[in-house]
């Protein structure tokens, strides 16, 4: 009992520090599905079927919100929403304009190196 209120003091600061990162990765996560949704002309493909920017911008904070805690950090986000499907495990895809196709995952990654907070 009585190392009880110092595993209490260590909980709360464990929990206040995930806090912190948890903001900036909240941020992180954000600007990754902006970064989809406001890709012009490109194709989200998701088992198979080609999906408009805004629609795949959808799916992936419903799956966010599906997965709760299970995501912790802009990683957990790509490798647990945005990566393939759940149900199918194919892997989702990005078709530009140009033609050239990319993972979704290869995609964020980039993306996530590139943030700035």
């Known amino acids: 009992m009585r190392g009880l209120p110092w595993l209490l003091i260590l909980s ?38 080609a999906y408009n920017a805004k629609a795949a911008a959808d799916q992936l904070r419903l799956k966010l919100r599906m997965a709760g805690s299970r995501v912790l950090t802009a990683d957990d986000f790509i490798r647990l929403c945005a990566s393939a499907s759940s149900v199918s495990g194919i892997p989702y895809q990005i078709r530009f304009p140009d033609g050239r196709v990319v993972s979704s995952e290869a ?11």
Do not use: V
Request: hydrophobic share 45%.
């Open 107 to 117: 995609y964020l990654r980039q993306k996530l190196a590139e943030f700035k907070p």
């Open 12 to 49: 709360i600061s464990a929990f206040a520090h995930a806090a912190d990162s948890t903001s900036l990765e909240g941020q992180k996560i954000a600007y990754l599905i902006a970064s989809i949704e406001t890709l012009q002309d490109a194709q989200f493909i998701r088992n198979g079927t």
